[in-house]
């Protein structure tokens, strides 16, 4: 029960890597409002079917005025000490130089790098006032390495990587802890119709061998919400199988 005592918001709770962060960091104690675009509300009812605490919240995560609402909803719960922005998504179509387009690239910058800002933006002043806070920004492996076909995502999230860095430095004097998490390959729905070809593709190209577990990105976001972690900040922390140290 390290973060017994802490509320959290999730983005992206109703599926992947967020519901699983949702489900582990209501397991440690904390107060947990699921947010999602969708299926936000299934998260929430497992985990207080499971004896947790937890509420959902609908909302799109570009939404800045919704943001407000979110974090008035989720004080219902206990003042938020903890932000988790998981929610993102990659292009509906090609994603190269050449043929990706003006309006999908805007949706995925909007979606995966504006999005944790109006996050951070909407839940850092009342962290800032009582004394401190943590967030954790969901990026990606393609944010540290060239992968194909990852044009505006690497593009989003490098700035992910950046912005959580350049935010840790200055909100560190408020005992405001802002790190990132860039996963590998992770069986989630995001990777949609991956063929099994893909998938053994993708495994072999990792030195473990395997694709990641949600479940393996919510511990890591876990560990960086909790005590443990206290001296932990503006950092990246890598779970990839091994994929980008090679
Ligand atoms: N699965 C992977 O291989 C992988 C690798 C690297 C990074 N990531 C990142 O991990 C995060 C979680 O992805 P996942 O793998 O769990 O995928 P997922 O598709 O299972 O979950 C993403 C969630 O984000 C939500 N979402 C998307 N747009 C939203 C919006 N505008 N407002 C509110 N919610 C919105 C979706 O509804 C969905 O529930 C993403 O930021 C993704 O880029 C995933």
Not at 56 to 66: E, G, I
Not at 192 to 205: C, W
Not at 218 to 238: E, W
């Amino acid at each position: 029960m390290r973060l017994q005592g802490q509320t959290a918001i999730v983005t992206g709770a109703g599926s992947g890597i967020g519901k699983a962060t949702a489900v582990m960091c209501a397991e440690e104690g904390a107060g947990v409002l699921c947010v999602d675009l969708r299926a936000a509300d299934t998260t929430a009812a497992a985990i207080t079917a499971a004896g947790g605490r937890a509420a959902s919240f609908a909302m799109d995560v570009t939404d800045s005025q919704a943001w407000g609402k979110a974090v008035a909803e989720a004080a219902k719960l206990g003042p938020v000490s903890l932000l988790a922005n998981v929610a993102g998504v990659v292009s509906r179509g090609p994603d190269t130089v050449l043929e990706q387009t003006e309006e999908e690239w805007q949706r995925v910058i909007d979606i995966d790098l504006k999005s944790p800002w109006l996050g951070m933006r909407a839940v850092m002043p009342g962290m800032i006032e009582r004394g401190g806070g943590r967030i954790v920004n969901v990026a990606s492996l393609a944010g540290e390495i060239g992968l194909i076909n990852l044009l505006a995502y690497s593009a989003a999230k490098g700035g992910v990587i950046a912005m959580s860095r350049q935010a840790a430095m200055e909100h560190a004097k408020h005992g405001v802890k802002i790190n990132s998490v860039a996963p590998g390959i992770i069986d989630t729905p995001i990777l949609g119709d991956t063929t099994a070809e893909m998938t053994k593709i993708f495994s072999a190209a990792t030195p473990l061998g395997r694709l990641g577990r949600a479940e393996e990105i919510a511990g890591v976001i876990a560990y960086l919400f909790s005590p443990v972690a206290d001296f932990v900040t503006g950092q990246c922390y890598t779970v990839d199988g091994g994929w980008g140290a090679q």
